[in-house]
């Protein structure tokens, strides 16, 4: 069994900064690719940001790239979202996810966080 808990969501004004982290407990992560999703009220959940445990590319959605950027900690087995220039359409709730494939579609997600809000006023 994975355990993944978010924090660092918030309310931020567009243009501002947040980071996320995602404390990752339980069986060894090292196979898994990680990833941040995000689901805002009435739409489809969106893959945000992946990266594999133990090595290789990183990947993003089209609406973040540039803005966002995934990180690893493996000393701290936390997983990071850096998000940079946000806008209002960045509002949701972010989910950290891990996958045994490096996948962008939420259903292929063997295990999720609570999730955390993320609120960018205009």
């Known amino acids: 069994q994975v355990r993944l808990v978010e924090s660092g969501g918030g309310l931020v004004q567009a243009g501002g900064s947040l980071r996320l982290s995602c404390a990752v407990s339980g069986r060894t992560v090292s196979s898994y690719f990680m990833a941040w999703f995000r689901q805002a009220p009435g739409k489809e959940r969106e893959f945000v940001a992946g990266i594999p445990w133990i090595r290789g590319n990183t990947r993003y959605g089209d609406s973040v790239k540039g803005r966002f950027t995934i990180s690893k900690d493996k000393d701290k087995s936390t997983v990071y979202l850096q998000m940079d220039s946000l806008k209002p359409e960045d509002t949701a709730v ?12 939420p259903e292929r997600y063997t295990y999720w966080g609570q999730g955390t809000q993320v609120t960018v006023s205009s």
């Open 94 to 105: 972010y989910y950290c996810a891990a996958s045994f494939h490096v996948v962008v579609h």
